[in-house]
């Protein structure tokens, strides 16, 4: 069993930050990647940012030089600070896992319930 506990979303003025939040816990043995996406309704959910355990980054275009992907490999927690936020960034954010389950040594994603982010003009 794994948990995901995402927080951070919130209102936020255009031109503001925001940091995300995403917790990891239970039966990881390994983490391979976590990563951020977002969905905004009716739209599909498009990949914003994702770190690897080498420490591999990479960002969507709309986001590269605002966003920034970190982690917390002892919390196994993964962070988006979000800056310059515009209103085409609101959208509800999700954390994906991809990991190790300890008990079987098989590899899994894993999403979390989403945080949403709405920026206001």
């Known amino acids: 069993q794994v948990q995901l506990v995402e927080s951070g979303g919130g209102l936020v003025q255009a031109g503001g930050s925001r940091q995300l939040s995403c917790a990891a816990s239970?039966?990881?043995?390994?983490?391979?990647?976590m990563r951020w996406y977002r969905q905004t309704s009716g739209n599909q959910r498009e990949l914003v940012a994702a770190i690897t355990s080498d420490g591999s980054i990479n960002y969507a275009d709309s986001v590269k030089g605002r966003f920034t992907i970190s982690r917390d490999n002892a919390k196994n927690t993964v962070y988006l600070q979000m800056n310059s936020l515009k209103r085409e960034d609101t959208a509800r954010y999700y954390c994906?896992?991809?990991?190790?389950?300890?008990?079987?040594?098989?590899?899994?994603?894993?999403w979390g319930q989403g945080t949403a982010v709405t920026v206001s003009s």
């Open positions: 994906q896992l991809s990991y190790t389950d300890s008990s079987d040594h098989l590899f899994y994603d894993y």
């Open positions: 239970g039966s990881i043995f390994s983490i391979n990647a």
